[in-house]
């Protein structure tokens, strides 16, 4: 069974960056599209970004767009997920997914309810 541990999380200031790692254990993860979801304090969980098998395609939440990049290391079965200009708002807990994907290019889920796996979880507070 596949297992998703999070790491990389923290405080950082506004403006400040961070990158997020996901390692996949259990399973090859080069058979499963990684998304990272986040949840704040009193709000649903949220998409933020996500990429297909082999990283050639991607999807990011409208918020997120042009600060954070996803990317993944199949030999290393891992996904990272480098966030820069971080604004207070994007404080919450980021979890990563992962979803069984038919093909190495098909777009990722941005549907929470299609992945399978989850990892417990990292935190992320931006604050001065």
């Known amino acids: 069974q596949l297992q998703l541990v999070e790491s990389g999380g923290g405080l950082v200031q506004p403006g400040g960056s961070l990158r997020l790692s996901c390692a996949a254990s259990?399973?090859?993860?080069?058979?499963?599209?990684i998304g990272w979801f986040r949840q704040a304090p009193g709000k649903e969980r949220e998409f933020v970004t996500a990429t297909s098998r082999s990283g050639g395609s991607t999807a990011y939440a409208d918020s997120v767009k042009g600060r954070f990049t996803i990317s993944r290391d199949n030999a290393k079965n891992s996904v990272y997920l480098q966030m820069n200009s971080l604004k207070p708002e994007d404080t919450a807990i980021y979890y990563c997914?992962?979803?069984?994907?038919?093909?190495?290019?098909?777009?990722?889920?941005?549907?929470?309810?299609?992945?399978?796996?989850w990892g417990r979880g990292t935190q992320v507070t931006v604050s001065s």
């Open positions: 259990g399973f090859s993860s080069d058979y499963y599209a």
């Open positions: 997914a992962a979803d069984w994907a038919m093909l190495p290019t098909q777009l990722p889920s941005m549907t929470s309810e299609t992945y399978d796996y």
